[in-house]
Every structure is written in structure tokens, then in C-alpha cells.
């Protein structure tokens, strides 16, 4: 038997591969009932909330790089923030603020997933600043992993952007790595 977590309700249920949960039993703990189904999500949502501006009050109250658990905790919480529409105003802020302690404290890998699903998410909000945020973070990283293709299209991206949101300071600094890329190519 191994344990399963029936994600509509976080109850936690013993089964076996061979016993499919089924959502009008008893066993699930009420979750088939729609109202219990709102209350669960209700609770993730408030819970998820206020983990939110924890983490943001957090990353924001230190200029030293993020301890390992509080880096951890900023990622899994955006893991479970993405898609919510309704907590977009939060998680663009915590991206925002991580974006620059990610990349200097050498998280790189790690991070671009979640830059990447930021930038996705923004388009899909229609934050257009946020957007070209994401492509110059993205494309830093990609110089700072040698990947000067991705890096270029990436920061190509992000002047296009901040050109169209007529924002002059970004429009600058998407220039300024977008020729810092080129110096270290030698493309002058």
C-alpha cells in the first residue's frame, strides 16, 4: 500500500495501484462534497496568500544572499502560486524581487524554470513589464551559461518589449546587456 494525497481535499487516503480513489466514496473525507471542495481550496488559497507575502517580506528584508531554506521555500511556493490569476500581484512581486539575489548568489539552473514560467504567466496576464523583466533575467543567465544565442534572442526580446511599454529605463538596460554580450563576443 502506498500512500496517496487525493489533491482535491490534502487528505491523505491509503490505497493500493489495484483500488483507483474514488471520488463519490466516503473514504476521501467529505472531498467529494462540492462546498468541502471550495473550503479545501478556500484554505490552500488564504494558506498559499500569506506564504506569499512571507516570502516576499523575507527576500526583500535582506540584501545578503537567501539562506538555502528560504530559497527553497520561495521556489516551491511560486510552484504552487503559478496559474492562480487571483494571487498574480503577489507572485510578480516575489519574482521580481528574487530575480537579482537568484542570479548573484549563482542560482542558475535552478532558476530559469521558474523566470521562464514567470515570463508565460505574464504574457498570458498581459503584464508586458513583467514580460520583459523575465527576458533580461532569462537572457543573463544564458550569457552567464555562455548560451550567447539564447541570451541574444532573450535580450532582443526584452528591448522589443520595453520598447512597446514605452519604458525607456528598461529599454536602456536591455541594451546595455544586449551590448555587453556583443563586446564579450568580440562583434563590434
Not at 541570451?151 to 526580446?157: I, L
Amino acid at each position: 500500500m502506498t500512500p496517496a494525497i487525493d489533491v482535491n481535499s490534502a487528505a491523505q487516503t491509503e490505497h493500493t495501484d489495484e483500488e483507483p480513489l474514488d471520488p463519490t466514496s466516503d473514504t476521501n473525507q467529505g472531498s467529494t462534497n462540492q462546498g468541502s471542495h471550495r473550503n479545501h481550496y478556500t484554505q490552500f488559497k488564504r494558506y498559499l496568500r500569506r506564504n506569499i507575502s512571507y516570502v516576499q517580506r523575507m527576500v526583500a528584508a535582506t540584501n545578503q544572499p537567501l539562506a538555502e531554506e528560504m530559497r527553497q521555500q520561495a521556489l516551491h511556493t511560486l510552484s504552487y502560486a503559478f496559474g492562480e490569476a487571483d494571487l498574480w500581484p503577489l507572485v510578480r512581486e516575489l519574482l521580481q524581487a528574487l530575480a537579482p539575489k537568484m542570479e548573484l548568489a549563482g542560482h542558475r539552473e535552478d532558476w530559469l524554470p521558474y523566470l521562464q514560467r514567470g515570463r508565460e504567466e505574464s504574457e498570458r496576464f498581459g503584464d508586458a513589464t513583467l514580460a520583459a523583466e523575465c527576458n533580461l533575467q532569462i537572457g543573463i543567465i544564458y550569457r552567464l551559461l555562455s548560451d550567447f544565442a539564447e541570451a541574444r534572442k532573450n535580450f532582443t526580446a526584452s528591448i522589443a518589449q520595453a520598447a512597446q511599454n514605452q519604458d525607456i529605463h528598461n529599454q536602456a538596460r536591455g541594451l546595455n546587456e544586449l551590448a555587453w554580450l556583443e563586446h564579450l563576443q568580440h562583434h563590434y
